[in-house]
């Protein structure tokens, strides 16, 4: 067993100070639109060093296409940066990770690559996985690679304030299955369950606060520190089969991703914990985290686990089903055995505890219809 620490990480309200360590270096930084115009960003510029050139790229939409790589790895390889900061939701920092990744293929040197999430969900900042779509086959790809690691994460509480309610909602549940995967993933150690159940406590008592008021920064900080947790478990237990269908349904329907994730989740974990050694150890961790009384039976104690993640889910106004989604079922159900077939190819799948056919995710797919 193997449990390494890649990434540097500064958590808290002064994390930005670490910039003030550079100096006469070229910083090359990825972002979207909507991170181009924000205070955000103006308070990131103001953090480089005036001795430093920076230059943006902001052409980052939601599941990134290999198009929008390609394009950033040709203003990349023409900047020649020193520093890379990838600063944004998931979508920019893995977008981030594969512009350097290739350009590095072809040569580029860069020093340092920092991550700085504005959203509390994927915990790309401290993960090896990098997700890039493909419009055209309508599949989103998970690279994993240990050069995808960010050298550095910055966890600034205070770019998180201005993510919308929907948002926080559906980030917030990608870290729960993050850290719910990790869990009963096949490379889950005592080391990745120390992160993953910690993230999981943290979810459950701060994201209903993060949600309700999003200037909350104890619970926007809590949430960072959430995700980040669950970012480090996944990366060394493992993903399964959650993620496995939510990249496809993110690839056929721009079901955002931790929405995707947090419509399958109950069905998941029940499917999984008909296997006796995956339902002890989610009774296990439904105990830890206090959900379950001490004398319940594993099988009480995973039910409590389920009710503690649909009673968030409620409280976040997560829609149950594809249906109130407006998704047309008629759509879905045409593209039931190409989602299954894609999801049990999916990176992501190997880890899960248990196996699963085509059929079993059909099944799956039907519950969330
Ligand atoms: N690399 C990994 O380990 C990993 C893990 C899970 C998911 N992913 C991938 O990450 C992507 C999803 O990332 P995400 O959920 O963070 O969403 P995202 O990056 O797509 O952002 C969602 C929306 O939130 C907005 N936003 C971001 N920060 C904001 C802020 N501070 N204030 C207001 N709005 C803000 C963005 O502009 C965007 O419109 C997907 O492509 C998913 O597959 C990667
Ligand atoms: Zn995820």
Redesign the pocket.
Known sequence: MLFTVRTRIYSGKESLGYLNTFANKKVWIVC?P??RD?D?LRQLQQAIPQTCTVSLFFDII???PIATIAAGVVNLQATEPEVVIGV???????AA?AMIYFARMQGASIETFIAI???S????EV?H???I?DPQKKI?YPLFDVSLYPDVALLVPQ??V???PG?TA??GM?VLT?ALEAWVATGASDFTDAFAAKSVRLVLQYLPRAWRDGQDLVAREKMHNASTLA?MAF?QAGLGLNHAIA?QL?GQFHL???LANALLLPHVVRFNARDLSVRQKYAQLSRECGLSPAHATEEEAVKYLLKAIEQLSAELHIAKNMTALNIDAQALTGALSTIAAAALKDATFITNPVTATEKDIGTLLQAII
């Open positions: 979207d909507f991170l924000s955000a939601p599941d990134p944004g939701g998931g979508s920019a920092i893995d990770k999430p504005t959203t969900g994927t915990g790309s993960t996985a990098s997700v779509s989103k770019f998180v201005s993510v919308p948002v559906n980030t990608d993050h970012g990366s990249h993110g955002p991703h931790g």
